[in-house]
């Protein structure tokens, strides 16, 4: 048996394109002598659609495209993620379905059991659970389809009661095929390898799995498709971030064994990977060609900046300085040095002169009314006007460059440092920004020394400095990790050894700050709690 | 048997608050000889938590909550709402409960069937669904629980197949307790009518229904709690958007007699109210007092100040106008004359000498460059920062003046006239705002006659209109209505009669508009599908 596992890009309700992804591999695959095409969890639609779903075509366009696969399907059979529509004597409207298409018909749907609504997942918006639990077959041999958190749940949690494999297992099926959609996170790749394991070892068959590939609005799908033998040995690790096509012979007792080593790329440099992937198709999506960035000399813009070069290219990439008069000298340098590193152009437009304008303007009504917190946001907010006006002009994405332990206490000016069309960093803790900032000068230095060096500044006030108002990064960041992605409540920081005041600040910065982020970009998601859809919170609770 | 109905408003996360406002009506009710108090669904923690609920010491809060209730409950029975910890062998981690608590301690935990997952709800998010049907009983007499969705589904959606009154009503209950927490839409009471007429006369028992009330964010739960009797004929109908409570005698037959009539207030008057009730409590929430608005002369923003007074008081109110050379005299005009009409305090601020300084800095590189939607858009900025800068200054929230016909086609600039701290009349199509303007002239002129008349405009080049560029605001209205409400596709909408051209212009600016959209402030909720949370829609797709 030959099977050919497709880790292909499938874009949100581009039935059409995706359409002849599909078809363009099922016919390659015949030419291979392939005798079951798999591809991804719900490619037929792509994956993220939300309420695109809640249009009566959306249910048609997903059965047109299986009656288009299944004429296809002569001497070849074809597994595909779908939408199925439900019956309405049920409460949500489709089957999260693999459907299995042979001899020119659809030879069954196997829908979703374990349904997923945790973080950015909400699967039981639009899908009713499977209760069904059948083996397919095919060439005289009988196998099993299941779906993503049908084989991951029952081993991340395993008290879990439901467990679809443990029911389809009873007809001896003599190996699986498991589709998804499973978005990257940085803890997400082991998580896999130990799921396909410990499944293929439990069962004693070999399984396939297939994921998604390609950035999809905030989420990063990022492949790295698998094959376990029934021995629970992962022997194939398909490419993480790109298409990439693997053809499995099962008969082939030679590929059943192990040589296969798990290439030990760090942890940061999946992160890179995941974000410019994201990036990347976002743009792509969007229509723009250029971006144009913010410089401030600080350590975020200029990785924003560094990163947009590798995903445009330097000269699809504008920088902009935008001095005040609380800004220090080596900023101004720091920018231009960075700009000079990364071959980007850049212009300086210093925003005093608007800012006195303003001040002006505001003169007959603040009188003599203290320098406050309105003139620190003032001057952010001038600066995203000239920014969105070069936005404007010259069709450039603004990219946002605020980083998660900002976002999380307030950390910025609302319409001012929080504007752009996405946010590169936006998951990432200041402390992992500085990791960044060292592989990306791995090959030689990008990021001016003196950015990385300095002291993180506003500049907003003479000589204010982030640790003014904030603890260290090193402090505060490993506090925000606990209590977001952690789950950790007041009571058990302290237990951690957190420091009571510290505490107390913090969790009520994130409290009183979601109204700031409720308003922000979207983020492309790295970690297991990104802020954005997938941290639901009221604005004032 | 003597039944307290509590309609009140119960904070998110604020179990202390809410446990006092439950204990304080426990006791009340003693003194009255009631023999069950009712509180609405999720009382204890508030309805719209999100994942507050993620953190461990949430459903540990719930249970004190439901430990300090018992302590309270000697001679007297209540029935509340709350979220009861799951065992982790199943997916979620919570029942949404009703918990029947007598004699000192819980007798009965009815958890929710029927869990809602479209629109604004996410259920399944959090909760297990429930597969016992049990009565309760209480001095000899036995009764059902069920919770909103449990009733209102099988009537709804009539082939619906899971019934849990056709369950619990094998048992003979003799009445029926309804808990709820339902949002306001201006189609939810001839509903909620509806559902509870339909109930109690299809198992022949009174029907007791105690709704939420109260603004919640973005959500207005309405109150307007039910009493039917026997024969399904509605009894009672409590306050809405305030809390009330009212004490059924199910033994005096009297009461059962239906003499009720059902108020006749008309939509716009209920729209009224529920945006003046969540922008209430959005603004005590938030510890905001005062409230800025932009005012152009045009009609959103007169409405937006309108309502805004009626919320917080004149003395609360502040007006800017902004006129920058495209603006006509007349819009100064319009806008001063609201601003007396109404009583408030205003400042004119001409944005001219910020526009110019802006349009120097950027000489260098524009040069040439010809007039485009950049300095349109400037302007608008322009103007969003001298009202951000009032707020910070003033510590006065910037409310949002945007309607529902704009957001849909992006007729406005994302971090211009899209900004604010929350959004009045977002969920209103721009035909609504001019109802709503002749409700609040209903007792004499406060939006002036010429802002009505006038055609709309941006005024952002010279002589332009919204007309130019938009179909008129009667065939839009119908055509986004009958797209976002009724979820009609293309096709559907051509059968429906509207123009070709137009459904894919209008469409495709629906779809194009999303990023500015996903920066939105929140908006008050009023109809079934409002733009924010309860629309999931990709950015690019």
């Not at 021995?231 to 030679?254: H, R, S």
Request: aromatic letters at 10%.
């Amino acid at each position: 048996m030959k099977i050919a596992l497709v880790q292909a890009s499938f874009i949100e309700g581009a039935f059409g394109k995706n359409l002849t992804t599909i078809i363009t591999h099922i016919r390659k695959a015949k030419d291979l002598g392939v005798d079951i095409v798999v591809f991804p969890e719900l490619a037929i639609s792509g994956g993220n659609v939300g309420d695109i779903a809640d249009y009566d075509d959306f249910g048609e366009s997903n059965l047109n495209a299986i009656n288009a696969i299944a004429s296809e399907c002569r001497d070849i059979a074809v597994v595909v993620g779908c939408y199925i529509p439900t019956e309405n004597t049920v409460l949500r409207p489709f089957f999260n379905a693999a459907c299995f298409i042979a001899e020119g018909k659809m030879q069954q749907i196997v829908a979703k059991t374990v349904l997923n609504d945790s973080d950015i997942s909400e699967e039981s918006r639009y899908f009713e659970p499977n209760t069904d639990f059948l083996t397919c077959t095919y060439k005289n041999e009988t196998f099993a389809i299941v779906i993503s958190d049908d084989i991951s749940v029952p081993v991340v949690s395993m008290e879990f009661s439901v467990n679809p494999m443990d029911q389809i297992s009873k007809q001896s099926p003599t190996f699986a095929i498991c589709i998804g959609a499973v978005p990257f996170d940085y803890n997400q790749r082991e998580i896999r390898h130990t799921v396909i394991s410990t499944n293929a070892a439990r069962y004693e068959i070999p399984f396939l799995f297939v994921n998604m590939v390609g950035g999809h609005n905030n989420i990063v799908y990022d492949g790295g498709s698998l094959v376990a033998n029934a021995q629970g040995e992962i022997t194939y690790e398909m490419n993480y971030f790109k298409e990439d096509v693997y053809v499995v012979n099962l008969n082939n007792k030679q590929e059943n064994i192990s040589e296969f080593e798990i290439p030990n790329l760090p942890k940061i440099a999946r992160i890179y990977d995941a974000i410019t992937c994201g990036l990347r198709d976002y743009f792509a999506r969007s229509g723009f060609k250029k971006a144009v960035i913010g410089l401030s000399g600080g350590i975020d813009s200029a990785v924003t900046a560094a990163l947009m070069v590798d995903v445009l290219g330097k000269e699809n990439v504008m920088g902009v300085l935008l001095p005040s008069e609380f800004s220090t000298s080596h900023s101004i340098k720091d920018a231009e040095d960075l700009a000079k590193n990364l071959g980007i152009e850049y212009d300086i437009v210093p925003i005093k002169t608007a800012y006195n304008t303003f001040m002006q303007m505001f003169e007959p009504r603040w009188q003599d009314l203290p320098f406050d917190v309105t003139e620190e946001n003032l001057q952010a907010r001038i600066r995203a006007v000239v920014l969105m006006s070069y936005s404007n002009k010259f069709k450039a994405m603004l990219v946002n460059t605020s980083n998660k332990s900002e976002a999380a206490v307030g950390y910025g000016t609302l319409y001012g440092d929080l504007c752009g069309g996405i946010s590169a960093l936006g998951d990432l803790y200041k402390t992992q920004v500085y990791e960044l900032t060292h592989y990306l000068n791995r090959n030689g230095i990008r990021i001016p020394e003196n950015t990385i060096t300095k002291a993180p500044s506003a500049e907003l006030r003479p000589g204010q400095k982030d640790a003014d108002s904030l603890p260290d990064y090193d402090i505060l960041d490993k506090l925000l990790y606990a209590h977001l992605e952690g789950k950790n409540n007041a009571e058990q920081l302290l237990a951690m050894g957190f420091d009571q005041a510290l505490v107390n600040k913090v969790l009520k910065l994130i409290r009183l700050n979601e109204y700031k982020r409720c308003q922000a970009p979207p983020i492309i998601r790295v970690s297991t709690c990104a802020f954005g859809h997938g941290r639901r919170f009221p604005v004032v609770w």
